[in-house]
């Protein structure tokens, strides 16, 4: 089984005179008043074909998204009461569906930082919101020797500590019927993780990660604290926490659970 990925993004506006444009990377079509971006991303499941080698052709995808799915968008934009983006994408799914072979699942990146998805083995949306916080931290052992923590950790076993910009992304399951709305996940993430978290030293001023049994404070274990913080004011508010990926650098991250 092969699993395909097409990335399909354009502008969405019901009152653009122009359906017109050849920038895929940009974004079809060619920008004309004030339109919105978007990006949906379509994955295919399936086995490619033995002699083309291809599991279904990307221009078959773009096309069909354009046809299907695009429409859809830029019909609720233009409706006096729209619905909500997390209840439209189970019909953005069906679209896709019906015009592609092997469509197993979309996800709707509204912006940068907001992704909704939605497959086929599931009734429910997953909402994948990311946040950022600042903090300081040491990764030290205490039941380990100075040099032993040294030859660990290296650098990040400096005394006064060391920072970076943490950014986070709960992974959340929401009924479309009773979506969570995006401002309660941001208030909740701000409560249990920036507010605590941010602009603070972990191993200093924080409960989990101080003192002589807090935890050491690597980005496997901040991940693991975030969705515990997160757990149970997520499930409170009607909805379920799948997942938090937490990222140290562009180049390190540490989803729990996985």
């Given at each position: 089984m092969h699993l395909l990925t097409r990335i399909v993004r354009f502008l969405a506006d019901p009152h653009a005179a122009c359906v017109h444009g050849t920038n895929g990377f940009g974004g079809k079509p060619a920008w004309s008043g004030m339109p919105r971006y978007f990006e949906i991303e379509v994955r295919c499941a399936g086995e490619p074909d033995a002699k083309t080698g291809y599991l279904i052709n990307i221009k078959q995808i773009d096309e069909a998204v354009h046809r299907a799915v695009v429409p859809r968008v830029v019909e609720a934009i233009g409706q006096d009461d729209p619905p909500g983006p997390t209840a439209l994408v189970g019909s953005l799914l069906d679209a896709a569906r019906e015009a592609v072979p092997g469509v197993c699942s979309i996800a709707w990146r509204l912006t940068p930082a907001l992704v909704l998805e939605r497959?086929?083995?599931?009734?429910?949306?997953?909402?994948?919101?990311?946040?950022?916080?600042?903090?300081?931290?040491?990764?030290?052992?205490?039941?380990?020797?100075?040099?032993?923590?040294?030859r660990l950790f290296g650098k990040c076993n400096n005394p006064a500590g060391h920072g970076h910009n943490y950014r986070v992304e709960p992974a959340i399951a929401v009924d479309p019927a009773r979506?969570?709305?995006?401002?309660?996940?941001e208030r909740i993430v701000q409560q249990q993780i920036i507010e605590p978290f941010d602009h603070k030293h972990l191993n200093e001023q924080t409960d989990e990660f101080g003192g002589e049994v807090g935890l050491n404070p690597s980005v496997e274990n901040i991940a693991m604290v975030c969705f515990r913080r997160l757990e149970k004011p997520v499930r409170e508010a009607g909805a379920a926490l799948r997942s938090v990926t937490v990222w140290e650098t562009d180049r390190t991250s540490s989803t729990y659970p996985a």
């Open positions: 497959d086929m083995e599931s009734d429910t949306v997953l909402v994948r919101q990311r946040f950022e916080f600042s903090a300081a931290h040491r990764l030290h052992v205490p039941s380990l020797s100075d040099d032993e923590n040294r979506p969570l709305p995006f401002d309660t996940i």
